[in-house]
Nanobody, 115 residues
Framework: QVQLVESGGGLVQPGGSLRLSCAAS????????MGWYRQAPGKERELVAA???????NHADSVKGRFTISRDNAKNTVYLQMNSLKPEDTAVYFC?????????WGQGTQVTVSL
């Protein structure tokens, strides 16, 4: 079993920054991918960014140049540095671990960008 615990969400003004963290524990294998997804009210969950255990990254077009995903394999932790935040970034952000044929999800953390 795998557990994911997110932290770092909150309320920030437009143009501000936040850093999300997600710590994974349990049966973690060396080869996997971790990602951040978000879901705004009334919208489907969407991929924000993903990173493999080898360090390859993928960012959604809507966040390129503003968000950066990174990971610390020794700590089984993935981060999402979010800069130049916009009101449209407001959503619940979920961490996910994809390994073998399974997907594991965190409980989500709220990010609100507002004056």
């Amino acid at each position: 079993q795998v557990q994911l615990v997110e932290s770092g969400g909150g309320l920030v003004q437009p143009g501000g920054s936040l850093r999300l963290s997600c710590a994974a524990s349990g049966s973690i294998f060396g080869i996997n991918a971790m990602g951040w997804y978000r879901q705004a009210p009334g919208k489907e969950r969407e991929l924000v960014a993903a990173i493999t255990s080898a360090g390859s990254t993928n960012h959604a077009d809507s966040v390129k140049g503003r968000f950066t995903i990174s990971r610390d394999n020794a700590k089984n932790t993935v981060y999402l540095q979010m800069n130049s935040l916009k009101p449209e970034d407001t959503a619940v952000y979920f961490c996910a671990l994809h390994q073998l044929r399974f997907d594991y999800w965190g409980q989500g953390t709220q990010v609100t960008v507002s004056l």
